[in-house]
């Protein structure tokens, strides 16, 4: 169980895709340290309900809001509708929202690149950019992108995916530099080989290997990264922007050779 120490107590959160997997524990975990949570979904509304019933059940503040992130006026819709709900106030951002289809780059058509790179990349610039406007007005704010360990260790078939991932690292590292002066953090998190409903019957081969590979034994939880996001959004990071937070178990620091 996470330690609940009010770490985020008074903010106004945003997380996108947060009607299930990672985008749920993060939703779930800044419920717990105490902020008020815009839930965003796009197609999983049923699920998304059910993260906002789960933090009111505990006390907690939540609204569930959808949007299509690879449309720019709906990003800035939804962190206007949510900056509204939180009574003008946005204090942070998770940019979780994003697709991981399998195709081989030979036979990548350049429809199917550029699904991809709206979905993962264009729809955090967009969001960012959006957020970084009612954050500045309110002396400032953080964003934190959900990236992946496959943004420096890339997979077969996930070129397109890969490569909006390592775009979106160097995109936070870009805009802590531009939006720093402005008192905003923008940083990073890159999980590893996270458990999702069904992972191990659909890919049993893979999460084999992982869990032979990683050095702590196990696959990720989405409590996990929810974990590395609240650190990164409290005042215990005050100090810390444009980092990339890996989170993958230690798999990262197993040698390739």
Request: net charge negative.
């Amino acid at each position: 169980m996470p330690v609940v120490s009010g770490l985020l107590t008074g903010q106004v959160a945003l997380v996108t895709g947060a009607g299930g997997g990672i985008g749920r524990g993060i939703a779930l975990r800044f419920a717990e340290e105490g902020a008020a949570v815009a839930v965003h979904c796009r197609t999983s509304v049923a699920a998304a309900h059910d993260v906002a019933a789960r933090i009111r059940d505990t006390g907690g503040r939540a609204v569930v809001l959808r949007a299509d992130l690879t449309a720019e006026d709906e990003c800035r819709r939804l962190v206007g509708e949510a900056a509204e709900w939180g009574g003008g106030r946005l204090t942070a951002l998770v940019n979780n929202a994003g697709v991981q289809p399998v195709r081989e780059l030979g036979g990548m058509t350049a429809a199917e690149w550029r699904a991809v790179v709206d979905a993962n990349l264009s729809s955090v610039f967009a969001c960012t950019q959006a957020a970084a406007e009612v954050m500045r007005e309110a002396g400032g704010g953080s964003v934190t992108h959900i990236a992946s360990i496959e943004a420096a260790h890339p997979a077969p078939a996930h070129a397109h995916y890969c490569a909006s991932k390592a775009a979106v690292v160097m995109h936070a590292r870009s805009a802590a530099l531009e939006y720093g002066p402005y008192g905003i953090r923008v940083n990073s998190v890159s999980p590893g080989l996270i458990e999702r409903e069904g992972l191990a019957e659909a890919w049993p081969d893979g999460v084999s290997r992982w869990q032979r590979a990683v050095p702590t034994g196990r696959l990720g939880r989405p409590e996990d990264v929810g974990d590395a996001c609240v650190f990164l959004a409290s005042p215990l990071a005050s100090w810390i922007t444009g980092h990339d937070l890996v989170v993958d178990g230690g798999v990262s620091a197993r040698p390739t050779w």
